[in-house]
DNA sequence: TGACAATAGATGCCTAGGCAATTACTGTTA
DNA sequence: TAACAGTAATTGCCTAGGCATCTATTGTCA
């Protein structure tokens, strides 16, 4: 079997400290931006993980527990909590699909409709705030600095479960 | 009062969508990150949320409640929670201060020293694997970006604390 | 057709964080 | 010293995610 592996960056060792750390910044700024948007929100009576798969459902783009589950990076179970409470305050109701019954199709009230339509508006709002300075070309290599370090990470857990498989 | 602000980036607008954004590759990102953790901490009998206050103990940064929340980016409830959690595990012990009898401070047992005797390597190990391929010089780029977005987030709330009071 | 694997969703049990009291203690000031 | 404001930790109530398990349903294949 042919691993086609990347050699590991050598920036940080045992002497490890929180504040050099990408990982420490990375999470205070997706705190920062989180608090920013839930501050937002709350006006519109939403919490930071609710606005996500209302506009999903919005956009047109997911429709079912598994799929938004998917979207929110997230697992079924969650999703299915997750959906309870936003259709206990009325903005959403589950049908049964008819064509496959073990199916649950989302659809959002006009309840729904209504408490998501500011929300694109307020998430490029908060974004930009915190790209305040950036050139376009700084925007896009963050964000290429970003994919690479998810196809990292695929690749490792990738070799993680082949290593735990093979013995 | 003079405001000092910067003009936000205009990188993002109503049409949002998530693929497109530095959060939603952001928030990737760190699954990525805590997912490979958790599993290499969870032959030590640790989860993510555990780590960091051993460590901060460990290393002699912090020693009270208040100052392991304020590391952790938390609040003292969840903090005294964690650490019912890390002491029912006898990872470590409270010892009510003498000087300051409102203050706790907590110590590394026997087991709380071996637990996180390994982990600054696996961290290490797993931020090294996430950044494999990138140049000393990208790997800089990327905190300076970080850290400017962390600035930025700094001062967006500053301003919305100033707005909200001043109506 | 009948057995079986696979899938969708839901549920129980755990860890975990945010926010608002509450309790205990300290320092300050009248 | 007595009242008071401020601080440290805890607790209750909420939302939230991870993992294992369960039920209902569907598709497959002998």
Same mark, same amino acid.
């Given at each position: 079997? &042919? *691993?086609?592996? @990347?050699?590991?960056?050598?920036?940080?060792? $045992?002497? =490890?400290?929180?504040? /050099?750390? %990408?990982?420490?910044?990375?999470? $205070?700024?997706?705190?920062?931006? &989180?608090?920013? %948007?839930?501050?937002?929100?709350?006006?519109?009576?939403?919490? =930071?993980a !609710?606005?996500?798969?209302?506009?999903?459902? !919005? *956009?047109?783009?997911? =429709?079912?527990?598994?799929?938004?589950?998917?979207?929110?990076?997230?697992?079924?179970? $969650?999703?299915? #909590?997750?959906? /309870?409470?936003?259709?206990?305050?009325?903005?959403?109701? #589950?049908?049964?699909?008819?064509?496959?019954?073990?199916?649950?199709? %989302?659809? @959002?009230? &006009?309840?729904?409709?209504h408490?998501?339509?500011?929300?694109?508006?307020?998430? $490029?709002? %908060?974004?930009?705030?915190?790209?305040?300075?950036?050139s376009?070309?700084?925007?896009?290599?963050?964000?290429? =600095?970003?994919?690479?370090?998810?196809?990292?990470?695929?690749?490792? #857990?990738? !070799?993680?479960?082949?290593?735990?498989?093979? !013995?």
């Open positions: 079997m &042919t *691993q086609h592996t @990347l050699k590991s960056a050598n920036f940080y060792a $045992a002497d =490890y400290r929180a504040e /050099d750390s %990408v990982g420490f910044l990375m999470k $205070a700024v997706m705190l920062s931006i &989180t608090a920013s %948007v839930n501050r937002r929100l709350s006006e519109h009576g939403l919490t =930071y !609710q606005w996500g798969p209302l506009l999903m459902i !919005q *956009q047109g783009r997911a =429709y079912t527990v598994a799929e938004l589950a998917r979207w929110s990076n997230t697992d079924a179970g $969650a999703m299915t #909590r997750l959906l /309870d409470r936003l259709e206990a305050k009325g903005l959403l109701k #589950r049908v049964r699909s008819t064509e496959d019954r073990r199916v649950v199709k %989302v659809e @959002l009230t &006009t309840a729904g409709t408490a998501i339509r500011d929300v694109p508006a307020i998430l $490029a709002d %908060v974004l930009n705030a915190h790209l305040s300075g950036f376009r070309a700084e925007w896009e290599t963050m964000k290429s =600095y970003l994919s690479r370090m998810l196809a990292n990470g695929e690749m490792l #857990r990738a !070799q993680t479960d082949a290593t735990d498989s093979a !013995q």
